[in-house]
C-alpha cells in the first residue's frame, strides 16, 4: 500500500504546483521573469512548480499577481488549504499542549457512525484508563518538547469513551498481539487497563479483535489507523497524523482493514489472549 503522504498529500500539491506552471505559461514568462516580477530568486520558483516547495498562501497572491490572474487566486488557496489540512504535525499541533487537540477530536468523532480501527502501537484512546493515558500522553510530550497539559488533556481524551455508550456510533477495533503485551506505565496500571479492555469487549457496541502474534499474515503490519465511516482516514506516524481523502485510498484501507479482520481471533479467543497478557505482568 503507498504511503498517505506520498500519494494523497503530495497529489494535491502537485495538482497546485501544476496550476501555478501553467498561469505561468498562459501569461508568455519564462521562470526567470516571473520570479523577478515576484521578487525573488529564481530557485524558489523551480522549487514550487517541482513541488519540491509547497507555495504559501502569500506566494500564490503574489504569482497570480504577477501573471495577472488574480481571478484564480481564492480556488488556488482553498485548495491550498485542504492540502494542509491532510497533514497535521504533531509538535504544530501540540504546540499549545494536547487537550485542545484531544477536544477538536471528540467534536470530529461525534459525526462518525461506523469506526474502523487498526492499531499496531497502544490502545485506542477511546478504551484507555486515566493511569494508561496519563502515562501515554506524558511520553508523547516528553519526546515532542511541547507545553505539558498532561492533567488537562487526559479527561479530554477520556471524553471520547462516552461514544461508545450513546447507542448511536459502533466501533470495530483489531488490535495486534504485541500491543497487550507492550507495558505503558506500570505493571499495575496495565494490568487495570487490560481488565478494562475486557470489559469493553462486552459491550454491544464494540467488536474487538486480536492479530495473534504467530498467525500466517495476509496484510503485513501497518501504521496504525482509524476509518471514519467511509469518507476519511486518520493514518498515525512518528511525526504527524495524516488525513487521507482520496476514494481510491479510502477503498485500500477498507480492503487492509478487511484482510487484517480475516486474521483476527475474536469472542473467547480473544479474550483469553488479554488475559495471558495480563497474567504476564504477575
Sequence with gaps: MPSPLSSSVVAARKAIADQLAEIRKDAGLSGDELSGLCGWHPAKTSRI??????????????????????????????????????????RRRNASGMRLAQEKALSDYQHTRLFRIYVSNVLPGFFQTAAYATALIQSVTDFQGTPNDVAAAVPARLARARLMYSGKHR????????????????????????????????????????????????????EAFYLFDDRRVAVETLTAKINVLRPREITDYIRAFAGLSGMAVYGATARALVTDAADSLE
Excluded at 60 to 76: F, S
Excluded at 173 to 188: D, F, K, N, Q, Y
Design 49 to 90: 512548480q517541482s513541488c519540491k516547495s509547497a507555495a504559501s498562501e502569500d506566494d500564490i497572491r503574489a504569482w497570480c499577481l504577477a501573471c495577472g490572474a488574480t481571478d484564480r487566486i481564492p480556488d488556488l488557496i482553498a485548495a491550498s488549504r485542504a492540502a494542509d489540512s491532510m497533514y497535521h504535525e504533531w
Design 171 to 222: 466501533f470495530a477495533v483489531l488490535i495486534e498481539e504485541w500491543v497487550l503485551r507492550t507495558r505503558i506505565g506500570s505493571a499495575a496500571d496495565m494490568t487495570a487497563q487490560l481488565d478494562h479492555l475486557l470489559t469493553l469487549m462486552s459491550l454491544p457496541s464494540v467488536s474487538v479483535g486480536i492479530i495473534p502474534t504467530g498467525c500466517f499474515r495476509t496484510i503485513w503490519p501497518l
